[in-house]
């Protein structure tokens, strides 16, 4: 496949990218007063609104051109469908399978995965429920107070983002931490005042082969 920047269509990005570049978002508005309307999207409670960009209808056209032209369609089907589409380490790319529903079917190597992801899930609500709960204790018989998550990347971004997001929810009694440095200071801090027969250490990697872990 030849360089993305040498497509027709990134080519007519550069192009149109001089037409409006000095266009306000006070012209765009003016010029099209349907321009919310046409420019946001809604799924359940969440609204995704990018009138508020310089672009417009060739925009958006022209965006797609970009997208067909990269194989961005083929390499969706490819990765729902669960072909190994990360050729780096040869496998497929399940993000999809994680949130497919139970009647969803995703293949790898011709086995159907959505049930061995639905019961590690299932196994999961069961273990969380049981730490919050305090059943699931620790060595010395104690609940548990506090918990170390142990990732970088995605396995430190997602559930930073959750456990902020749902603070609110937090039980007072159970507190959560991140370690996603590969310094031995962020460790070190972080254990500073816990309690090893309270504490329960997540390690989060999808490969264990990075550092941290």
């Given at each position: 496949?030849?360089?993305?920047?040498?497509?027709?269509?990134?080519?007519?990005?550069?192009?149109?990218?001089?037409?409006?570049?000095?266009?306000?978002?006070?012209?765009?508005?003016?010029?099209?007063?349907?321009?919310?309307?046409?420019?946001h999207?809604?799924?359940?409670?969440?609204?995704?609104?990018?009138?508020?960009?310089?672009?417009?209808?060739?925009?958006v056209?022209?965006l797609?051109?970009?997208?067909?032209?990269?194989?961005?369609e083929?390499?969706?089907?490819?990765?729902?469908?669960?072909?190994k589409?990360?050729?780096?380490?040869?496998?497929?790319?399940?993000?999809?399978?994680?949130?497919?529903?139970?009647?969803?079917?995703?293949?790898?190597?011709?086995?159907?995965?959505?049930?061995?992801?639905?019961?590690?899930?299932?196994?999961?609500?069961?273990?969380s429920?049981?730490?919050?709960?305090?059943?699931w204790?620790?060595?010395?018989g104690?609940?548990?107070?506090?918990?170390?998550?142990?990732?970088?990347?995605?396995?430190?971004?997602?559930?930073?983002?959750?456990?902020?997001?749902?603070?609110?929810?937090?039980?007072?009694?159970?507190?959560?931490?991140?370690?996603s440095?590969?310094?031995?200071?962020?460790?070190?801090?972080?254990?500073?005042?816990?309690?090893?027969?309270?504490?329960?250490?997540?390690?989060?990697?999808?490969?264990?082969?990075?550092?941290?872990t």
């Amino acid at each position: 496949m030849a360089s993305l920047v040498q497509s027709s269509a990134w080519q007519a990005l550069v192009h149109h990218h001089a037409t409006i570049r000095s266009v306000t978002m006070r012209d765009l508005f003016a010029q099209d007063p349907r321009r919310f309307d046409k420019m946001h999207l809604e799924v359940g409670p969440i609204l995704l609104d990018y009138a508020k960009n310089r672009i417009n209808d060739d925009t958006v056209s022209l965006l797609l051109q970009l997208a067909r032209q990269a194989g961005v369609e083929r390499l969706r089907d490819r990765m729902f469908a669960g072909e190994k589409i990360n050729v780096t380490e040869n496998r497929a790319v399940l993000h999809t399978a994680l949130r497919a529903p139970k009647s969803a079917q995703v293949l790898v190597d011709g086995e159907d995965v959505v049930p061995h992801v639905h019961a590690v899930l299932a196994q999961m609500r069961r273990f969380s429920d049981a730490v919050r709960s305090g059943t699931w204790r620790g060595h010395t018989g104690k609940a548990i107070t506090d918990v170390v998550n142990l990732g970088i990347g995605g396995s430190d971004l997602g559930p930073v983002m959750v456990t902020e997001a749902l603070r609110y929810l937090q039980r007072p009694n159970l507190r959560v931490h991140f370690v996603s440095n590969v310094d031995g200071t962020h460790l070190a801090e972080t254990l500073r005042g816990l309690h090893a027969d309270t504490t329960l250490f997540v390690i989060a990697s999808k490969t264990f082969t990075t550092q941290e872990t």
